[in-house]
T-cell receptor, first 110, second 115 residues
Framework: EADIYQTPRYLVIGTGKKITLECSQT?????MYWYQQDPGMELHLIHYSYGVNSTEKGDLSSESTVSRIRTEHFPLTLESARPSHTSQYLC?????????FGQGTRLTVV | AQTVTQSQPEMSVQEAETVTLSCTYD???????LFWYKQPPSRQMILVIR??????QNATENRFSVNFQKAAKSFSLKISDSQLGDAAMYFC????????????FGKGTHLIIQP
């Protein structure tokens, strides 16, 4: 398995709270991604980065934001969590055409 | 824009038998790559097999092989000698590098292995 880590694995949080989902990789990959996986298991790209100080929005509009201050770290932040944000979030990094995924964070907003 | 379609939400196969998962795609790019990913319950998504569009030969990885029909834009995955550990969600994906970066995924096929 690839060296890409997401924390926490599971998070239950109240509406209005600020949360940060962590994603780290030790492979030195420049390209990193966040996907949102809905209950039907479909995956949607919400953010990506080409390297330090680079962030772009993906195909699916999201109220979350990301930052890339270090190559190995690509956190996702929700300033005010809502029940509609309940989902699984997958982080990935890529070299060439090969993408490596973390185990995901399952977020529940109550 | 790319689209990937998996028309089988769920498939079931007896252990040791062969199963084929279907995938069709659409892209305007001439250079692209196709993938099958496996997502076991509560575990990481891992790459099963990859196909470069410019290669005519079908990719094979041990018990996993693909049937790549470029003209028909079809990319099916065949799993031979199915094992209990093959039970997972399988996602077909494409990548061309154009537009928003990243993989475009199908909706997935849930594969059940019957002992």
């Amino acid at each position: 398995e690839a060296d890409i880590y997401q924390t926490p694995r599971y998070l239950v949080i109240g509406t209005g709270k600020k949360i940060t989902l962590e994603c780290s990789q030790t492979m030195g990959h420049d390209k990193m991604y966040w996907y949102q996986q809905d209950p039907g298991m479909e995956l949607h790209l919400i953010h990506y980065s080409y390297g330090v100080n680079s962030t772009e929005k993906g195909d699916l509009s999201s109220e979350s934001t990301v930052s890339r201050i270090r190559t190995e770290h690509f956190p996702l932040t929700l300033e005010s969590a809502r029940p509609s944000h309940t989902s699984q979030y997958l982080c990935a990094s890529r070299v060439g055409t090969a993408a490596f995924f973390g185990q995901g964070t399952r977020l529940t907003v109550v | 824009a790319q689209t990937v379609t998996q028309s089988q939400p769920e498939m079931s196969v007896q252990e040791a038998e062969t199963v084929t998962l279907s995938c069709t795609y659409d892209t305007s790019e001439s250079d692209y790559y196709l993938f099958w990913y496996k997502q076991p319950p509560s575990r990481q998504m891992i790459l099963v097999i990859r196909q470069e569009a410019y290669k005519q030969q079908n990719a094979t990885e041990n018990r996993f092989s693909v049937n790549f029909q470029k003209a028909a834009k079809s990319f099916s995955l065949k799993i031979s000698d199915s094992q209990l550990g093959d039970a997972a969600m399988y996602f077909c994906a494409s990548y061309s590098g154009g537009g928003a970066d990243g993989l475009t995924f199908g909706k997935g096929t849930h594969l059940i292995i019957q002992p």
